[in-house]
């Protein structure tokens, strides 16, 4: 709400000085948004909630400052002539859908001369931003911001049949606005028509055709009660607000209908001229009840956890304008003024007790209880997870979930449905909820591509999310994605030195396995649990993020790694007895996997083989077509006394039987 | 005799230091402790001293006979390990450094939360980021055809499927599954359409705190926040709270704190009002507990939810919020 403090004085005088009177505005919940100084007169913004559309208006800051300040509000009176003629024989209105119209009036000024506003008008209206139009919409407007209420005053000539009717649109039906466009309209939306058509979209704005203009001599004002909810959504429909809708689909005071009204009848006679008819159109559907509440005083320090002495919480809730119905030792019981519509249960009153003593009381020292907790398993692995892949140079990177319907943005390495679409996406090009971090990472690369950042290593520990059918909400699975320049077994080579970490790492396994989303890729398990996928991206992403060079990317269950780590680490004796290192380099076939040759060496009824460890891989001169040679130190040791040379030569031997048996290899020599 | 022996270790010495190779060490051992060496040769003398002289003499010699044996023991170990070490020796050519990687700001600050409400006890809580409308709007006291649920707010999936656009839903599911007393903390992402620039963005992080118990007051809120806050950006910050609304809060607050730039004395980042905006609190609402089935006349509750970004914007002088999802590896690698 924008006010000026010499504007603001017409209703209350608080008798403070100007800093402390914004002070305490602010202090009562009204904040200072935006101060200028206009040389005498200061112009101040002030944030007024959505719950307390009572304040945007003049008289409303001015009903908090009085009770704020102890100062009395004045309410200009309103006065003036009327002609004899009365306005129901020259004018009629039918409400045709009362519920969204509870209550609609109307007032003609006959013989009104249209021109400019006199200059102090002019000046507030500008000081709060408002472009001055002529008298009659300055007026309209002036006491919109006096007091809160909207009117809208129609050029009462052009009106067919000097009719109101106030319904809903008909299908099809269009209308062009006083902002020279054209809407068409729902039949959900109000409109206020004449005899033939949409003169207004209802509480929002008015007609071009029936503008009051230089042409206009006779007025016919409109002030009414629209309902709340109706305004919102022909406002958002339409894509049009205006100050009007703004307080409509706030609420605007029952009671104050007929006021600004008379207020600004009593101005355009006083200023443009004209002559007000006698008495009003008021259709009146259902009035809003009036409501009663009650406030125990012992609820005070319940909630507070300060004494508010019973005396000064009535004051305040009176000089808030709210009617004391009764009082006892116990409780106050109160009617909630009209303008009110956010105040309607104990806790409501307790709020503005606490509003207008001051939250500052507030500060009152009170230790507060602790508790003992232990972080989880999870959040303690979480931690970790993080040092370790930033210890491994990765930098951690915060992306955001809504990716592109391409195959990268539809990449997803787990078991779900189609992925989730935004139905009102920020980027129309990027409206899915991801299924994996890839898509995002890739964005990643190509923004620090394209910023001259050639090689990055990244991570993050974020949600996937996955559509299960027959479930209402998505599973969030929680997953750590690595994306790093280089080759696969440099970001094999991390998540080794990862699994290391979590004493994993003896039992993960990485498996060559097709998909679309790399080139090569593996899938890594964990005993029977499988942990994630490991992979060169493919080409087709690759051209599709414009990447200059093929990153590798993991992705790995987060909750299924943390299943996977011991509770608790149990100590293993140190051996007591030497170990014997044997190396042995064999020729096979290029096609068996390294995986494969663990597996049979592990598998050969060593009982003393406590570790294989592959050194070297060889392919290419001095070997046959088809072969390569692979080259493993096997570490033997006895755990009742130590291993003869024999005995590790004889193993050896039986490991490179098996060898040969199993894969046809040959000793290299 | 005495100056004799003090003028064969120090010359031994110097000849021992002097020595680069092994041979040369042999060398002066012979030369010093062999059989026709210098101590032999001295030590033939004693017998020329009188009796009383005799003892102290002897001893001296063999202590600098021990002394020119460990010499020459120690130089020979040092000869023999890392003899490029005694190449010429630039301390300024650079190591071989391991790669590092960084945390994102984010994380910091979330830790820093972390830590301070781990030591009030507080539990740590997720919940989904996908919400139905009972947890995201009607159990927060934020009924339907409420301007909050506008599709110009929330990111709609479906009319009851939004992506959460506060973290309030999760003192919901938490209340829904556990009776007080309650005191849990949770952090996430919440996401509100937007248009982005340097201030804003529909992407940002807050952290959620939410306490039941009975005697709560908002004497304890205000005490929690200011702990808070001073736990976060030190004990000088001045912390005030100013009535404010959220639907599921009643009294509600937005609390300021003094400008961790200025002081409070007025600067550019806090618009030269001395106070920075940090998020809403307040008592719980009496509705959001009969929506859960918890008793508002036995329990009360005290709720906030800050902003992360916020806090990681002012921690580290970032003045562009988009940098924190852009992800920027020199950006990145500042924390």
């Known amino acids: 709400m924008k006010i000026t403090l010499n504007w603001l004085k017409?209703?209350?005088?608080?008798?403070?000085?100007?800093?402390?009177?914004?002070?305490?505005?602010?202090?009562?919940?009204?904040?200072?948004?935006?101060?200028?100084?206009?040389?005498d007169d200061l112009y101040v913004e002030l944030e007024v909630t959505s719950n307390r559309p009572d304040c945007l208006s003049l008289i409303g800051v001015a009903r908090e400052v009085s009770a704020l300040s102890g100062k009395p509000l004045v309410i200009p009176t309103v006065e003036y002539k009327t002609s004899g003629v009365k306005v129901e024989d020259v004018a009629s209105v039918d409400v045709l859908d009362a519920g969204l119209c509870p209550r609609y009036t109307a007032r003609v000024i006959k013989g009104v001369k249209v021109g400019p506003s006199p200059a102090w008008m002019r000046k507030?209206?500008?000081?709060?931003?408002?472009?001055?139009?002529?008298?009659?919409?300055?007026?309209?407007?002036?006491?919109?911001?006096?007091?809160?209420?909207?009117?809208?005053?129609?050029?009462?000539?052009?009106?067919?049949?000097?009719?109101?009717?106030?319904?809903?649109?008909?299908?099809?039906?269009?209308?062009?606005?006083?902002?020279r466009k054209e809407y068409e309209l729902k039949d959900d939306m109000l409109v206020i028509a004449d005899a033939a058509r949409p003169v207004a979209v209802a509480g929002v704005m008015g007609g071009l055709d029936t503008e009051v203009g230089d042409s206009t001599t006779n007025v016919l004002l409109e002030s009414a009660y629209f309902e709340p909810v109706?305004?919102?959504?022909?406002?958002?429909?339409?894509?049009?607000?205006?100050?009007?809708?703004?307080?409509?689909?706030?609420?605007?005071?029952?009671?104050?209908?007929?006021?600004?009204?008379?207020?600004?009848?009593?101005?355009?006679?006083?200023?443009?001229?004209?002559?007000?008819?006698?008495?009003?159109?008021?259709?009146?559907g259902e009035k809003p009840p009036v409501v009663k509440t009650s406030m125990r005083f012992s609820r005070l320090p319940v909630i507070l956890g300060i004494d508010v002495p019973a005396d000064e919480a009535v004051r305040i809730l009176k000089a808030l304008q709210f009617r004391i119905l009764s009082r006892d030792a116990e409780r106050v019981e109160v009617e909630v003024p009209s303008h009110r519509h956010d105040v309607e249960r104990e806790i409501d009153l307790i709020e503005e007790v606490a509003r207008h003593f001051g939250y500052d009381k507030f500060d009152v020292e009170k230790p507060i209880s602790i508790a003992v907790t232990l972080p989880s398993k999870e959040d303690s692995i979480e931690e970790e997870v993080r040092e370790m892949l930033v210890a491994n140079g990765c930098n951690e990177v915060v992306t955001v979930p809504f990716v592109g319907d391409d195959p990268a943005g539809r990449a997803c390495f787990w078991d779900a449905e189609e992925p989730l679409v935004v139905r009102n996406p920020v980027n129309k090009r990027e409206g899915l909820l991801r299924r994996s971090l890839l898509p995002c990472f890739l964005r990643v690369k190509r923004h620090n591509q394209n910023h001259g950042v050639a090689d990055i290593s990244i991570f993050e520990l974020s949600r996937v999310f996955l559509p299960k059918r027959g479930r209402k909400l998505p599973e969030e699975k929680r997953v750590v994605g690595i994306l790093r320049d280089g080759d696969f077994a440099d970001l094999k080579g991390i998540l080794e030195s990862l699994f290391a970490g979590l004493h994993v790492g003896e039992r993960v396994t990485y498996r060559s396995s097709e998909s679309a989303v790399f080139s090569q890729g593996a899938v890594i398990t964990c005993g029977e649990a499988v942990l994630g996928q490991v992979g060169m991206v493919s080409d087709r992403m690759v051209?599709?993020?414009?990447?200059?060079?093929?990153?590798?990317?993991?992705?790995?269950?987060?909750?299924?790694?943390?299943?996977?780590?011991?509770?608790?680490?149990?100590?293993?004796?140190?051996?007591?007895?030497?170990?014997?290192?044997?190396?042995?380099s064999v020729i096979i076939d290029a096609g068996v996997p390294w995986g494969k040759i663990r597996e049979c060496v592990e598998g050969a009824g060593i009982e003393t083989l406590r570790e294989v460890r592959f050194v070297d891989l060889y392919s290419g001169e001095h070997l046959p077509e088809g072969k390569k040679s692979i080259a493993f130190r096997m570490i033997f040791r006895r755990e009742d006394g130590t291993l003869t040379g024999e005995e590790a030569t004889g193993a050896v031997e039986t490991i490179l039987e098996r060898l040969k048996t199993e894969f046809k290899a040959e000793l290299r020599s | 005799m005495k100056d004799q022996l003090a003028k064969i270790l120090a010359e031994a010495k110097a000849e021992i230091g002097a020595a680069s190779a092994a041979e040369d060490l042999e060398a002066l051992r012979v030369k010093y402790l062999g059989r026709k060496g210098v101590l032999r040769n001295i030590m033939a003398k004693l017998s020329k001293l009188s009796p009383e002289e005799r003892p102290a003499a002897g001893q001296l010699a063999n202590r600098v006979k021990q002394d020119i044996a460990s010499l020459v023991g120690e130089r020979l170990k040092s000869l023999s390990i890392a003899p490029e070490d005694r190449e010429v020796f630039d301390a300024t050519l650079p190591g071989r450094m391991r790669p590092y990687g960084t945390l994102h700001p984010i994380t910091h600050v979330t830790r820093e939360v972390k830590r301070i409400f781990h030591q009030l006890g507080?539990?740590?809580?997720?919940?989904?980021?996908?919400?139905?409308?009972?947890?995201?709007?009607?159990a927060l006291n934020i009924p339907p055809n409420h301007p909050a649920r506008s599709e110009t707010d929330n990111f709609y999936i479906t009319d009851d499927l939004i992506i959460r656009s506060q973290t309030s839903s999760v003192q919901i599911r938490v209340m829904e599954k556990q009776k007080p007393?309650?005191?849990?903390?949770?952090?996430?992402?919440?996401y509100r359409p937007d248009t982005v620039d340097a201030t804003h963005h529909y992407f940002f992080h807050q952290v959620e705190l939410l306490m039941v118990d009975r005697g709560l007051t908002f004497v304890d809120l205000k005490n929690i926040i200011t702990l808070f806050i001073r736990g976060l950006f030190g004990p000088e910050v001045k912390v005030r709270m100013r009535p404010s609304y959220f639907p599921f809060t009643e009294p509600s607050a937005e609390t300021d704190i003094s400008c961790v730039f200025c002081g409070g004395s007025g600067c550019r980042?806090?618009?030269?009002?001395?106070?920075?905006?940090?998020?809403?609190?307040?008592m719980v609402d009496p509705n959001v507990f009969e929506a859960v089935g918890i008793d508002p006349e036995v329990y009360t509750g005290l709720a906030f939810g800050f902003g992360i970004d916020r806090f990681a914007m002012l921690k580290y002088g970032i003045d562009d919020?988009?940098?924190?999802?852009?992800?920027?590896?020199?950006?990145?690698?500042?924390?």
């Not at chain 1, 406002?235 to 009204?261: M, N, Q, T, Y």
């Not at chain 2, 007393?181 to 919440?190: E, K, N, Q, T, Y």
């Open chain 1, 10 to 39: 017409d209703y209350v005088d608080a008798g403070l000085p100007q800093e402390e009177l914004l002070e305490r505005l602010s202090a009562a919940g009204l904040n200072i948004e935006d101060r200028r100084s206009l040389g």
């Open chain 1, 124 to 179: 507030r209206l500008e000081a709060i931003g408002l472009r001055a139009v002529n008298n009659i919409a300055d007026i309209t407007n002036y006491v919109l911001m006096e007091c809160g209420q909207p009117l809208h005053a129609f050029d009462y000539d052009r009106l067919n049949e000097r009719r109101i009717v106030v319904r809903r649109a008909k299908a099809g039906e269009t209308i062009t606005a006083i902002d």
């Open chain 1, 230 to 284: 109706s305004i919102r959504r022909t406002s958002r429909a339409l894509k049009l607000a205006s100050d009007s809708s703004f307080r409509f689909e706030r609420g605007v005071d029952w009671k104050g209908v007929d006021w600004a009204s008379r207020r600004a009848a009593s101005l355009m006679a006083e200023i443009s001229g004209g002559e007000v008819l006698e008495s009003v159109i008021d259709v009146q």
């Open chain 1, 543 to 584: 051209v599709d993020y414009d990447l200059r060079g093929r990153p590798a990317y993991a992705e790995i269950d987060f909750k299924a790694l943390v299943k996977e780590v011991a509770d608790v680490v149990r100590y293993v004796p140190l051996p007591r007895f030497p170990a014997v290192e044997r190396d042995l």
């Open chain 2, 122 to 138: 507080f539990e740590w809580v997720e919940g989904p980021e996908v919400e139905d409308g009972w947890h995201n709007f009607d």
């Open chain 2, 181 to 190: 007393p309650i005191r849990i903390i949770a952090p996430g992402r919440v």
């Open chain 2, 269 to 282: 980042v806090c618009k030269d009002t001395g106070w920075l905006e940090m998020g809403g609190s307040g």
């Open chain 2, 321 to 335: 919020i988009r940098l924190l999802t852009e992800n920027d590896v020199r950006f990145l690698k500042q924390f």
